[in-house]
């Protein structure tokens, strides 16, 4: 709070939106996405310590190759940068299509549908999730969704278009059968060779399967926060996190990681330990 009873540590910037999207542009710049009552699509940037003007995009409605008829944009959005003033926001179709469209500076085009993945028969399938996405390095992209049979897709984008959906397959936890994926995932890059994608399990606990730069490792389970047990307090038991990760990066050596609690709190993990905290200040463990 400052003097005059304020809480800076919120500040508002619109009224009845919904479904946010952020991505950092630049140093000290981030731009916001968020849906308006009646869909439309909303963008502010921040500069510094200022917001800039909130500016409609439009209802977002996808263009499709060879088709006069458009195709909605489902929320929720993922919003990723690949350089400054580029800003590309990526969503689900009804059908499961890929659509994709990307803000430069101050133009905005609209979206554009990418297509569909294709099935092991060739067949389309369609995304079962909403997409997430990273980027490595200026002018490059990797997307990740669930497909329609429970198995991560990742897609790359280059600059000049996207590469076909990849399978890298479900859950195999040691001592348990594959399991297919269900719910959103989150993905973010360390450095510009490592990437990390999460995913809530089947347990509740927290899934990680990362990117060391030159394959992927299986998911593997960072476990689940621990609170103590109501008839036994000295005992210490899991407790289920209540809803999909968002994570980010912090430079070549830092993840961090946020869920909901079961009791409705804001969860933080940094290299798998867990902190609990109300409203919009968790705390922080160095690992």
């Known amino acids: 709070m400052d003097p005059k009873g304020e809480d800076r540590r919120r500040t ?16 000290r710049s981030i731009s916001l996405f968020m849906r308006g009552p009646r869909g439309d699509l909303f963008h502010s940037r921040r500069n510094g310590d200022s917001w800039g003007e ?42 499961g299509e890929l659509l994709h469209g990307a803000l430069r500076d101050d133009d905005w085009k609209g979206f554009e549908c990418i297509g569909v993945p294709a099935g092991f028969d060739g067949l389309p399938m369609g995304l079962a999730s909403a997409p997430a996405a990273c980027s490595r ?6 997307v990740f969704a669930v497909g329609a049979a429970g198995a991560l897709l990742q897609a790359t984008w280059d600059g ?5 959906f990849e399978s890298l397959g479900g859950i195999e936890l040691p001592g348990a059968g594959p399991t297919p994926l269900a719910g959103q995932v989150s993905a973010c890059n360390c450095g510009d060779r490592r990437m990390g994608v999460f ?18 490792t299986p998911f593997s389970s960072l476990g689940s926060p621990q ?35 079961p009791r409705g709190d804001l ?15 968790p705390t922080r463990r160095a690992c």
């Open 12 to 27: 508002p910037i619109a009224d009845d939106v919904f479904a946010p999207a952020v991505a950092a542009c630049a140093e």
């Open 54 to 95: 909130l500016r409609s995009l439009g209802l977002p409605l996808a263009r499709v190759p060879g088709s006069q008829v458009p195709v909605p944009v489902e929320g929720p959005l993922a919003a990723c940068s690949t350089g400054p003033g580029e800003i590309h926001l990526l969503a689900r179709g009804p059908e």
């Open 137 to 142: 390095a200026p002018g490059r992209m990797d």
């Open 160 to 164: 000049s278009g996207f590469s076909e």
């Open 199 to 216: 995913a809530r399990g089947p347990a509740g606990d927290l899934l990680l399967k990362w990117w060391n730069g030159s394959g992927w």
């Open 227 to 261: 609170e103590r047990d109501t008839v036994y307090p000295a005992v210490q038991r899991a407790a289920p996190i209540a809803s999909a990760p968002v994570a980010c990066g912090g430079g070549t050596t830092r993840l961090d990681v946020f869920v909901r609690g």
């Open 267 to 281: 969860l933080h993990t940094l290299c798998a330990r867990w902190s609990s905290s109300c409203g919009c200040s």
